[in-house]
């Protein structure tokens, strides 16, 4: 096993890219189905896609997710409801992991060979983001959008990458963290201070660590042989949901940014994953597979009596856009 496939295993399996799951076309307005996502070389061209605008306004009430639209990952947006679906990206190749821009008017996302791009929602316009830095794994603006916080993966090492901020405009660069193993998931704090991440060795050593957004200050948050994945910090700050396999099956959990009060919120026998903050905080939108496919679901941030917002083929990746 190389270290970018087994970066790509240890990464994506609960970010919903699951064994088992068929592919098929498009069927119904709204449709994906699932395939690995496996980073080749950059040189493989990624066709751009073809401009799309949305005809439903964006607002702080819509939700960026991805389809496998005609077995290609698309970004598309709805509504918190489920409603107004649109697909945003339109092209022969995988476009995955949307997060919004702070100003709300462009979506960054990544490409099956592990590169990062911007849309803008306005002109459909894609532009390339990070181009020198070889195999990028995620990537999201600072609170006031003048620095990318973004995963690099190595090439001269196996399994291994490192958090980095880069200027957005500018060359300025800085390496967060320099750690063996993998750096990943990386999520501001509302305010900008803080940083959320996953470091990890090995098939079940991932665990929750939360450092300043200099780089410094690092703590560790758990300390288990489980698979701890995909935090995601709440608008007040004080909460941290994230996916943990800790009871042999994945679920969702919350935990004070302390390391303190751990709650499991879902418990389901399938998979739950990718917890998505509501802009006020008062719910949370997640994948699942309870349904008998990976769909989109929403609950309260207590837990209990979720929602399935999708239905039909796969929907995943959820990123809601802020106030």
Not at 8 to 19: F, P
Not at 66 to 93: C, F, K, N, V
Not at 131 to 159: H, P, Y
Not at 280 to 305: C, H, P, T, Y
């Amino acid at each position: 096993m190389t270290g970018r496939t087994f970066v790509v295993n240890a990464i994506l399996v609960v970010s919903s890219v699951l064994a088992g799951c068929q592919a098929q076309r498009q069927t119904t307005p709204i449709t994906s189905t699932t395939a690995p996502l496996t980073p080749v070389t950059p040189s493989t061209p990624v066709t751009p896609s073809t401009p799309v605008t949305p005809s439903t306004p964006v607002t702080s009430s819509t939700v960026a997710f991805s389809h496998l639209t005609d077995d290609y990952w698309q970004i598309w947006t709805m509504r918190p409801d489920g409603s107004g679906a649109e697909q945003i990206t339109i092209s022969p190749s995988d476009k995955r992991y949307p997060v919004w821009s702070q100003d709300g008017d462009k979506i960054l996302f990544r490409t099956n060979n592990s590169e990062a791009f911007a849309i803008d929602l306005a002109k459909g316009n894609e532009e390339r983001l990070l181009k020198t830095f070889g195999l990028i794994g995620s990537v999201a603006e600072s609170l006031d959008g003048s620095e990318l916080l973004f995963v690099r993966f190595r090439t001269d090492l196996m399994d291994d990458s490192d958090i980095w901020l880069k200027s957005s405009e500018g060359q300025e660069r800085r390496m967060l963290t320099d750690d063996k193993g993998l750096q990943y998931d990386p999520v501001w704090s509302p305010d900008g201070k803080k940083i959320a991440y996953i470091s990890g060795h090995g098939y079940q050593m991932h665990d929750l660590h939360i450092m300043e957004a200099n780089g410094e200050n690092k703590r560790r948050l758990t300390n288990d042989k489980a698979l701890e994945l995909l935090p995601a910090i709440s608008p007040d700050g004080n909460t941290i949901a994230y996916v943990s396999d800790s009871t042999g099956n994945y679920e969702i959990y919350l935990m004070e940014v302390d390391g303190d009060k751990v709650i499991r919120l879902t418990r389901h026998d399938g998979i739950d994953t990718r917890p998505c903050w509501s802009p006020d905080g008062a719910r949370i939108m997640f994948v699942s597979d309870r349904s008998g496919k990976l769909q989109l679901w929403i609950m309260g941030k207590e837990g209990g009596n979720p929602e399935m917002l999708t239905s039909g083929p796969p929907s995943i990746d959820p990123a809601w856009r802020k106030d």
